[in-house]
């Protein structure tokens, strides 16, 4: 008996019995289903995280300002630091030779305005190597020059955001927009438009950080000099420092702490935060992740194998007086075994491929409804498609060898 009959004895029996060949199937589905769909939000996760990372900067130290109170007086900012500031600037980037560009800024929440086209954003005040730290271009227009920084002019740059919710198609440069409060206002001359920065919500990882379309850039001279700030409130909210040398990133950020805590009296008013580091964890944690995701889908496939083992020992038990015939009439044993292993591949790979497609519809459905990111990969599709195909051989090759150890005289007599 060859190959092609083997398959086609082994086919009509599965199509004999369709029901319980699709509920043997069962588990093979949902485990490959599931394996498609934990590596695509693993993947998923990891691309956000490499987005974000890319926005801080792999080679930019970040010091966030950190606001404590003074337990004596009750006051927001503490007597014995005045928070984060210029002077934290300019001693940074005179004491350590690592660096490479440093660029302060203040966050301004005011309203943004072009005649009645209002805008959600934040005003940044910075300087024009900001653009270079963060390689964060303008897309028409320019940056604000050294000349406007230090003049402290009321030039302004918009994130692509801000451009499209007040002047959709409109050119925006030369125009003049307004930044208020209840009881001040300013205006602005456009001078640039920033290119878009895609990135994500930060839903998946632990990096959190904020849609740069949304923000406005003016110098902060302008910002410090024409906008009023809280009594206790730090003249900087942000100094972002760029490391010349990638694998010094981590010396530097000593060296930055102890300047810092120097300058601030050891008050843990101000946070580092080393993106590459950040990286790191990610990538970890998201390692840990898989892992443990990939595990669980890996039990549903074992238990989709223990139940095409089951099926297939209740088979031969079944079809023992036909084994009788076949052998009677010449069949071999690798012709019994072959039929029978076939038999469990074919449902093994008629489930992975069905599992193929319910995954890709599960990934669908948890990128629309959980807001989660999601990219199904080759690698998962092969992983997942091949490991069924492997629990079926194995989970299928014992029932096939009892099957043809079936002596054909007793199967004969067997009712």
Not at 193 to 209: F, H, L, N, R, Y
Not at 238 to 258: D, H, K, L, P, Y
Not at 328 to 353: H, N, T
């Amino acid at each position: 008996m060859n190959f092609g009959e083997s398959f086609n004895i082994g086919i009509v029996a599965l199509r004999t019995h369709m029901l319980r060949s699709f509920l043997t199937m069962l588990g093979i589905i949902f485990g490959v289903a599931a394996v498609i769909a934990m590596l695509s939000i693993g993947e998923g996760a990891k691309q956000q995280a490499l987005e974000q990372i890319a926005v801080l900067g792999i080679n930019n130290i970040i010091i966030q300002d950190f606001p404590v109170s003074d337990e004596e007086s009750g006051d927001e900012r503490t007597n014995y630091s005045n928070g984060l500031n210029l002077g934290d600037a300019e001693a940074i980037k005179n004491l350590l030779s690592l660096t490479d560009l440093v660029a302060p800024h203040k966050e301004l929440e005011v309203s943004i305005s072009y005649k009645s086209e209002i805008a959600a954003g934040i005003v940044i005040g910075t300087t024009p190597d900001y653009d270079e730290i963060m390689s964060f271009y303008t897309q028409d227009g320019a940056f604000f020059n050294w000349d406007q920084y230090n003049n402290a002019e009321r030039v302004c740059i918009l994130g692509a955001g801000i451009k499209r919710d007040l002047f959709q198609f409109k050119d925006p440069i030369g125009e003049r927009i307004k930044f208020s409060t209840e009881n001040w206002t300013q205006w602005f001359t456009v001078i640039g438009v920033m290119e878009t920065k895609g990135i994500g919500s930060g839903k998946a990882g632990t990096i959190s950080t904020r849609n740069l379309n949304q923000d406005v850039y003016i110098p902060l001279t302008s910002a410090l000099k024409r906008f009023h700030h809280g009594r206790f409130a730090s003249e900087l909210d942000q100094i972002t420092v760029s490391i010349g040398e990638t694998e010094r990133i981590r010396e530097a950020a000593n060296i930055i702490n102890g300047i810092m805590n120097i300058r601030h009296n050891e008050v843990p008013d101000y946070q580092l935060i080393v993106p590459e580091e950040l990286l790191r964890q990610e990538q970890e944690t998201q390692r840990i992740f898989n892992i443990v995701m990939g595990a669980i889908a890996g039990i549903s496939l074992l238990v989709g194998g223990i139940g095409i083992m089951n099926i297939m020992l209740a088979t031969v038990l079944e079809r023992t007086r036909e084994i009788g015939v076949r052998r009677a009439v010449g069949a071999k044993k690798k012709d019994i075994m072959g039929q029978f292993v076939i038999e469990a591949v074919v449902l093994s790979i008629s489930g992975g491929l069905i599992g193929i497609f319910l995954g890709f519809a599960m990934t669908k459905i948890i990128a629309v409804y959980a807001d989660w990111p999601t990219i199904v990969s080759i690698w998962a599709i092969v992983l997942s498609f091949g490991v069924s195909v492997a629990v079926g051989l194995v989970f299928g090759i014992f029932p096939a060898k009892k099957a043809a150890e079936v002596d054909p005289i007793e199967s004969l007599r067997y009712e």
